[in-house]
């Protein structure tokens, strides 16, 4: 399949690219800077601002499948206005932009998104009947607004799908910004330690990606996270564990507030989700769902504070 990838230099990109070479697919990307995404991917790229550009139309020419991973990083600092701005228009605009180049020949479109369209907030369970209330937070709002425009396509005849992806474990996101933290021994629960935490190994969202390109029953919203979500203070516990480094030194809610802003959220949310479609309808076979073993799968080397790269 011709398959044309946005996003595809950033830490889920970059596997999806490696596996869908091993699938002997035929890769082209979209980059701000093509030349420099196709020398660190080794396949063809052109270059694209959302912003001021259309899609080239080179890329798109024969292209069977889009996969759109373009978003601006939700947790680089506080959300000002501008950064806000940012965040929302990375997603929605370079999506409306990509649905409206659509080529006659494009067979599906696989789009991200994530779990913060759902509430944040307690301990209710949630999977992808749940309907999205008139009043939104921030995050809501992104989550909501890029599936409608990516929901779009459909009008054209084209599958769509949208990856509600949940925390990924992995070399990048969240585990790189808390590593040095608990590699200095002072990781441990964030506010009161109890929220939910939904997760999922590199390996098993590049599975759930690939699948979601290749594989025509998938269509609409998809959960992408384990069905084993734990606590972030069982979280902490287990990453200090993988590490040998004791993670008792809470970060109070304040604190987080504090620094972060409304940022904050991002790590004080509390989000119960289950893959309720990956595993009924798709039969989806995660590769892992027990939190220690993908964290020792990522960090259990013999020097346990090092990355186990090869994985």
Wanted: charged share 20%.
């Amino acid at each position: 399949m011709n398959i044309l990838i946005t996003g595809a230099t950033g830490f889920i990109g970059r596997q999806l690219v490696r596996r869908l070479q091993q699938e002997h697919q035929n890769i082209t990307v979209l980059s701000r800077n093509g030349t420099r995404a196709s020398q660190l991917l080794g396949v063809p790229a052109f270059d694209w601002d959302y912003a001021t550009q259309d899609v080239p139309a080179e890329a798109l020419q024969d292209c069977q499948i889009i996969i759109n991973l373009m978003g601006e990083n939700l947790g680089d600092g506080r959300w000002t206005k501008a950064r806000k701005h940012e965040i929302y228009a990375s997603r929605i605009l370079s999506t409306r932009k990509l649905v409206a180049a659509a080529p006659e020949s494009l067979q599906a479109f696989v789009c991200g998104s994530a779990i913060g369209i759902y509430p944040g907030s307690g301990d209710d369970l949630y999977d992808e009947s749940y309907t999205v209330p008139q009043q939104l937070s921030f995050m809501q709002t992104i989550c909501h607004d890029w599936e409608v425009e990516a929901a779009r396509i459909e009008s054209k005849g084209v599958r769509r799908v949208s990856i509600r992806t949940g925390v990924v474990l992995g070399h990048g996101g969240m585990l790189q910004k808390l590593l040095p933290v608990f590699k200095l021994g002072l990781g441990g629960p964030v506010g009161n330690g109890q929220q939910w935490l939904p997760w999922i190994h590199i390996d098993d969202i590049v599975s759930v990606y690939t699948a979601a390109a290749l594989d025509a029953r998938y269509h609409g919203p998809v959960n992408a996270v384990t069905p084993n979500s734990v606590r972030y203070r069982e979280f902490a516990s287990a990453f200090g564990n993988v590490l040998h480094r004791p993670a008792f030194f809470p970060t109070p809610a304040f604190i987080l507030k504090l620094a972060l802003g409304e940022a904050a959220a991002l790590a004080l949310n509390s989000y119960h989700i289950v893959p309720k479609r990956l595993q009924e309808e798709y039969g989806f076979k995660f590769r892992f769902t027990d939190l220690p073993a993908a964290l020792a799968d990522l960090f259990g080397k013999t020097d346990a504070s090092e990355p186990n790269i090869a994985s």
